[in-house]
T-cell receptor, first 115, second 111 residues
């Protein structure tokens, strides 16, 4: 399995500001994934982050709004830029690991409220 | 485009009753299917992973089946307990390690 930690666990931010969320994994992984869960909704993939290359964004998500860093095989950051109340969500970091290498594990999430 | 549906959206049962949660998906070209549990405001806990070549997986009181040809999976929880109250999510994995999630089933087990 993989143990994932995220910082901060929650934050309340003002409109127009930016927040950087950190994700740390206890083992080296090739791909890290960032998901968003809007209130009362299921999870939506934002982007896939590979070490040493640009992140791959899903339809509807752009790098200017959600820049991602992946400096090494155990760490990634997601920034939510120029926030609006619509960005209020839980943001979750995820990796594929386990004995098969394709079981998905998730961090505890970052609960973001934008006023 | 893969679509995943979970029925029912919510379920309330008395303690001790068996739970049956359904998940259906539209594209059978999957690598695996995974069931998760999510407590309010928390992250996801992996419950069971079923590879595309498998038909079921079991862990304690939990049993999940997979019928890839018909695009269905069922999660059974035997002898439910109040601690089983949570939202249960199924997700299918296809090319590129991408997960597509269902909308979830919110379960309440009443003591």
């Amino acid at each position: 399995s993989a143990v994932i930690s995220q910082k901060p666990s929650r934050d309340i931010c003002q409109r127009g500001t930016s927040l950087t969320i950190q994700c740390q994994v206890d083992s080296q992984v090739t791909m890290m994934f960032w998901y968003r869960q809007q209130p009362g909704q299921s999870l939506t993939l934002i982007a896939t982050a590979n070490q040493g290359s640009e992140a791959t964004y899903e339809s509807g998500f752009v790098i200017d709004k959600f820049p991602i860093s992946r400096p090494n095989l155990t760490f990634s950051t997601l920034t939510v830029s120029n926030m609006s109340p619509e960005d209020s969500s839980i943001y979750l970091c995820s990796v594929a690991a386990g004995t098969t290498g394709n079981e998905q594990f998730f961090g505890p999430g970052t609960r973001l409220t934008v006023l | 485009k893969q679509e995943v549906t979970q029925i029912p959206a919510a379920l309330s049962v008395p303690e001790g009753e068996n739970l049956v949660l359904n998940c259906s998906f539209t594209d059978s070209a999957i690598y695996n299917l995974q069931w998760f549990r999510q407590d309010p405001g928390k992250g996801l806990t992996s419950l069971l992973l079923i590879q595309s070549s498998q038909r079921e997986q079991t862990s304690g009181r939990l049993n999940a089946s997979l019928d890839k040809s018909s695009g269905r999976s069922t999660l059974y929880i035997a002898a439910s307990q109040p601690g089983d109250s949570a939202t249960y999510l199924c997700a299918v994995k296809a090319a590129g390690n991408k997960l597509t999630f269902g909308g979830g089933t919110r379960v309440l087990v009443k003591p």
